[in-house]
C-alpha cells in the first residue's frame, strides 16, 4: 500500500465496500416494480420527472437545448470567458459539424413542442413540418430526452459509486485473465456489461465514457466496451417481443440476446474498425496492468491494494460533486441534442424515404440461404434499426409467420446501436468512434446475429 498514511486498512476497507455495494445496488440490481423489471437508479429518475412533471421537464429540455445551440455558436468566435472555463469549454466548444447537429437539435425540439406538445399546438402545415414533428420521429426524440434528462442527472452524480471508491480495480485485478485473451479488454469491463445489461446501454456507455476520459481505458478499449458491451434493459427486450406477439417465448428470447451477444463481442473486436483503434491513453498512467505484479500471491490480493489505494487518493465530497455536475452538464448539453437532431432526421429517413429499404435489400439472399420464410420483410427491417431500436419490431408486427418476427425482434435488440439512443450517446461523446465506423460495426452485428439466430429459429420453430 503506497497511499495509506492518514487511516487504517480496516477503515480503507469500508470506504470501498459501502459506496461499492450502494453502487451495485442501484446500478446493478433488477427490481420490479408495477409488474416491469428495473433497476434503482431508473425509479429515483422516474420519480423525479413525475414530481416535477412532464411539461416542466419538457420546458427544461428546451431550455437545455437551446443553451446548448447558442452557446456552441458563440464558442466559434473562441471567446475568453469560455476558453478559459474548463467547464464551459468542455462543455460547448465543439467543432462547427457539431454546432450545427446542436443547432438542429435545438429547431427540431422548439418545432416539435410548438407543433405537438404545447398548451396552443398548432397544426403543422406542409409536408417536411409534419415529418419533423410526428409523434413517429420528432414526437418519439423529444420524449426520449425528457425520459433521458433525469437519468443523466441522477447516474452522474450516482456513478462515482462504482468508479471512483475501487470497485473497477478489484473486479479488474479478479477478471482480467478471462476479459482480455476473449475480448481484448480488462477485467473492468465486466462492471460496464452488467451495468448496461441490468440496467440500460445508456448507463453502460457513461460509465466507458467516464472510464475513457480518465485514463483507464484505450481508445481500442473504450471503443470495444461501448459498441459491443453496451445492451437493451431486459424491460424493452420484454416490450419488443410483446410488439410481436411472442411474449410467451421470453426465456428462450432473452438467452438467445446474451449468446448473441457474447459471440458479437468475441468475433468484432478482430475486425476492422474496431482491431485498428489504437491503444493510446487520454490519460497516461492511469491503467492497470494485466499480469500479476512480483510480490502478490493471488489477483484477490493485488485487486484488493489497487481498490484500497484508489479509495486513499479520493479526495472527498467535493471531488465526488465536482465529478458528478462535469458529467451531468456534458451529458445535458452535448449528448441530449444530439439524441433529439440525428434521431428526428433518421426518423424521417426511416418512416418517409425508402432509403433503409433499398440498405435492407442485400440482406435478402442470405436471409433466404438461411431459409427464412418472408425473407423480403424481414431484410426491410435489417438496417432500419440502426435509427431506431423499436421500429423494426413494429415493421414486422403484421408479418403472419412466427418464425420471421422472433428473428427479428431478437436481431432488433442484438444490433443495439440504434441513433436514437445509444449510437447517438457513443458519436457525441468523446469516444473515439464516428459515424461511419459506428454503422460498420452495426452491419457486422447484424450479419453474426442473422448467422447464429437463424439456425437457431429453424429449432425453436
Not at 98 to 113: A, D, E, H, P, Y
Not at 124 to 132: D, E, F, R, S, V
Not at 178 to 196: E, H, N, Q, W, Y
Not at 221 to 229: P, R, V
Request: net charge neutral; aromatic share 10%.
Amino acid at each position: 500500500m503506497e497511499n495509506n498514511t492518514t487511516k487504517s486498512r480496516g477503515a480503507l476497507k469500508a470506504m470501498f465496500l459501502i459506496p461499492s455495494i450502494i453502487g451495485v445496488i442501484i446500478f446493478m440490481i433488477p427490481m420490479k416494480i408495477g409488474g416491469s423489471w428495473t433497476v434503482v437508479v431508473k425509479v429515483i429518475s422516474d420519480a423525479l420527472k413525475n414530481a416535477i412533471g412532464y411539461n416542466n421537464v419538457a420546458m427544461l429540455c428546451i431550455g437545455i437545448l437551446t443553451v446548448s445551440a447558442v452557446m456552441a455558436v458563440i464558442s466559434l468566435a473562441k471567446p475568453k470567458f469560455i476558453m478559459d472555463n474548463e467547464l464551459l469549454k468542455g462543455c460547448f466548444a465543439v467543432s462547427l459539424p457539431w454546432v450545427i447537429v446542436r443547432i438542429i437539435g435545438c429547431v427540431c425540439v422548439w418545432l416539435t413542442w410548438i407543433y405537438s406538445f404545447s398548451p396552443n399546438a398548432k397544426e403543422p402545415t406542409g409536408a417536411l413540418l409534419q415529418a419533423i414533428v410526428g409523434g413517429d420521429q420528432g414526437g418519439l426524440a423529444y420524449d426520449l430526452i425528457i425520459g433521458l434528462v433525469f437519468v443523466f442527472l441522477m447516474a452522474s452524480y450516482l456513478l462515482p459509486l462504482l468508479t471512483d471508491f475501487g470497485l473497477l480495480e478489484y473486479v479488474g485485478a479478479l477478471l482480467t485473465k478471462v476479459m482480455r485473451p476473449l475480448f481484448k479488454v480488462p477485467g473492468r469491463a465486466a462492471v460496464d456489461c452488467i451495468t448496461s445489461w441490468i440496467g440500460d446501454g445508456t448507463l453502460g456507455v457513461m460509465l466507458t465514457c467516464n472510464q475513457y476520459e480518465g485514463g483507464y481505458y484505450s481508445a481500442k478499449e473504450a471503443s470495444i466496451i461501448a459498441t459491443l458491451f453496451s445492451a437493451v434493459s431486459i424491460t424493452f427486450s420484454l416490450v419488443v417481443l410483446d410488439e410481436v406477439g411472442l411474449v410467451e417465448m421470453f426465456g428462450v428470447y432473452y438467452l438467445l440476446i446474451c449468446f448473441v451477444g457474447i459471440i458479437c463481442a468475441l468475433i468484432c473486436p478482430r475486425l476492422w474498425p474496431l482491431k485498428n483503434k489504437p491503444d493510446t491513453y487520454l490519460v497516461p498512467g492511469k491503467a492497470a496492468p494485466d499480469t500479476l505484479p512480483e510480490g502478490y500471491k493471488s489477483s484477490g490480493e493485488y485487486g484488493m491494494d489497487l481498490a484500497l489505494n484508489r479509495v486513499a487518493a479520493h479526495k472527498g465530497i467535493g471531488e465526488f460533486l465536482a465529478s458528478g455536475t462535469k458529467n451531468c452538464l456534458s451529458m445535458w448539453f452535448g449528448i441530449l441534442p444530439t439524441v433529439m437532431a440525428v434521431g428526428t432526421v433518421a426518423l424521417v429517413l426511416a418512416n418517409y424515404t425508402p432509403i433503409f429499404e433499398w440498405l435492407g435489400l442485400p440482406f435478402k439472399p442470405l436471409l433466404q440461404l438461411l431459409g427464412v420464410p418472408e425473407a423480403g420483410a424481414a431484410a426491410s427491417t435489417m438496417v432500419v434499426g440502426f435509427t431506431d431500436m423499436f421500429t423494426p419490431a413494429i415493421l414486422i408486427a403484421g408479418c403472419e409467420d412466427a418464425m420471421t418476427r422472433f428473428i427479428v425482434a431478437v436481431i432488433s435488440i442484438t444490433q443495439v446501436l440504434f441513433l436514437d439512443e445509444v449510437g447517438g450517446l457513443i458519436i457525441s461523446s468523446k469516444l473515439p468512434v464516428n459515424l461511419g465506423e459506428l454503422f460498420v460495426i452495426f452491419l457486422e452485428r447484424t450479419i453474426i446475429s442473422i448467422l447464429v439466430v437463424c439456425p437457431i429459429a429453424h429449432l425453436l420453430f
